[in-house]
């Protein structure tokens, strides 16, 4: 199993306040945001193919792979209905702050407490229990989130610290889902450098459904 490490939590750099959508859509403001100190997070809008098709894979023994990455879409909602989308990823080192850390220190404050968002993320394995009570944290005082978490894998599922964490995101009101092989399509899509030249057709690894079932009735049994 892939060993993570518990790092000293990186202080907030930005006030809960807050600011205009406008942050989200700017590329210049997001990426001001995102840039702060002292995160060693690596974010951009795609991640190259190597890295997606390593990081992401859904195999049982996640040996090596000792990263989150985190594919993010947020929808803005605004009263009339409007729906603005913004996209991107965020990748740890391990060495700060976890992605999942890393997004709420980041993208969080530049919500708009007037718009209603719903997050949708694409991690490549599920949150360890420091990150897990970062979002229950978060959900219970942003109203106006919601929260789909899409994991590749389930990161030390057979701890019960992790299956009670997980119970608890739950309850917090966060839907969790493990990635079938049509959500890798849509991150390998929509969140992978794509060459040019190259096939952009993804190209399921052979065990892909199989290990979304394994990993899906786990899910649903520690869920259960
Ligand atoms: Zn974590």
Not at 39 to 46: A, C, D, K, L, S
Not at 70 to 97: F, N, P, T
Not at 100 to 123: H, M
Request: aromatic share 12%; glycine share 4%.
């Amino acid at each position: 199993m892939a060993q993570r490490e518990e790092t000293a939590a990186a202080t907030a750099p930005t006030s809960q306040d807050g600011e205009d959508l406008e942050n989200l859509e700017d590329p210049k403001k997001l990426k001001e945001l995102v840039e702060l100190p002292p995160f060693e997070i690596v974010t951009g809008e795609r991640l190259p193919a190597n890295f997606f098709k390593f990081q992401f894979r859904n195999v049982e023994y996640s040996s090596g792979r000792n990263k989150t990455f985190l594919c993010y879409v947020v929808e803005a909602q605004s009263k009339g209905g409007q729906v603005q989308a913004s996209r991107g990823y965020l990748e740890d080192e391990h060495i700060s702050a976890h992605a999942e850390e890393a997004f709420f220190n980041t993208i969080v404050p530049a919500f708009d407490p007037a718009l209603r968002y719903l997050v949708t993320w694409y991690v490549s394995s599920s949150p360890c229990a420091a990150c897990a009570d970062r979002i229950v944290r978060t959900l219970n005082k942003t109203k106006n989130l919601r929260l789909l978490l899409l994991a590749g894998r389930l990161f030390m599922w057979e701890e019960p610290e992790i299956q009670a964490a997980l119970r608890k995101l739950k309850e917090a009101g966060c839907k969790l889902r493990i990635m079938k092989p049509q959500d890798f399509e849509y991150v390998w899509q929509n969140f992978v450098e794509q060459e040019e030249g190259e096939s952009k057709a993804f190209e399921p690894w052979e065990d892909i459904q199989e290990n979304f079932l394994y990993y899906d009735e786990k899910l649903a049994d520690i869920l259960k």
